[in-house]
């Protein structure tokens, strides 16, 4: 079970990782903004920097996530062949891009029976190939990435505050009904952001040489104050278009899940001590 959870995630992070990449590059290269707005492709997709795109990064995570349950009914004998990553890319380019079911953007059946111009297909397509190409190389490969455990867990915990810090702002500017956009422009905004993680940094690499319980408040004040205090000020203070009490709650959020992630991670290392010394 503890193979297949890690393998999970691997698929999760390689396929988050391998979309955000691509989208990025090939948005950018083949000018989706544009191409978005082209003949019928305005009724079909939404805008290329709407809502939805920065929504869409963290839908993949589920998606991920439920790619990797799929791929495991594979995972002991076509990932494990050599050239497998070759297999996996097949699979995906032919069965996921070229011949769906459907009539999708780059498929045969999207060129045929869709009114999508052939320039959205074409234009489309190399990130398609490209994405499910570098994810195939991740998922079949054997990569492995030392990191020091005196670092490991605060670079975790600090990645966990990120994501979170992104995706309450996000929810919060919906449900406020703020322009993502507009909301996200501010550069000194991301200051704050940054700021706010180096501060979670270090006091969870101070917070690992010291668990007592005076410590562990003092931890957790101090991480809702940067992840959730900190970005409420500055809101109020700027005028910000997400000035709202309703930020104290959203961007306080990524504080429960860290506080999750710390008891997980000490109750496991309690267990493998305990395996050891029977």
């Not at 891009?97 to 060129?111: K, L, Q, R």
């Not at 999508?116 to 190399?126: D, G, I, R, V």
């Amino acid at each position: 079970m503890n193979d297949k959870i890690k393998f999970i995630i691997k698929v999760t992070v390689a396929h988050f990782v391998s979309y955000l990449l691509c989208g990025l590059i090939f948005s950018k290269l083949f000018n989706y903004e544009v191409l978005f707005k082209l003949d019928n492709v305005q009724y079909y997709m939404r805008d290329a920097y709407g809502n939805s795109s920065l929504i869409g990064p963290f839908v993949q995570i589920l998606r991920g996530a439920l790619i990797g349950c799929i791929l495991l009914i594979l995972k002991d004998n076509l990932l494990k062949k050599k050239n497998g990553w070759l297999y996996l890319w097949i699979i995906f380019a032919g069965l996921g891009i070229v011949c769906t079911p459907g009539a999708a953007p780059a498929s045969i059946e999207g060129i045929v029976y869709s009114q999508l111009p052939l320039e959205f297909h074409l234009k489309t397509a190399p990130e398609l190939l490209v994405q499910t190409l570098l994810f195939s190389l991740w998922v079949t490969g054997d990569f492995k990435f030392k990191i020091s455990e005196k670092i490991k867990i605060p670079i975790i915990t600090t990645a966990i505050a990120g994501i979170g810090f992104s995706v309450g702002g996000i929810i919060l500017a919906l449900v406020l009904k703020v322009d993502v956009m507009a909301s996200a422009s501010d550069p000194f905004a991301f200051i704050v952001m940054f700021v706010s993680l180096v501060i979670v940094f270090f006091i969870t690499k101070l917070y690992m040489n010291n668990r007592k319980i005076y410590m562990t408040v003092a931890y957790y004040i101090i991480c809702y104050l940067s992840l959730a205090g900190l970005p409420t000020a500055y809101n109020y203070l700027t005028n910000s278009l997400l000035r709202s009490p309703l930020s104290l709650i959203f961007s306080g959020l990524p504080v429960i899940v860290i506080g999750i992630y710390l008891f997980v991670t000490k109750k496991t290392k309690k267990t493998n001590r305990d395996n050891q010394y029977k």
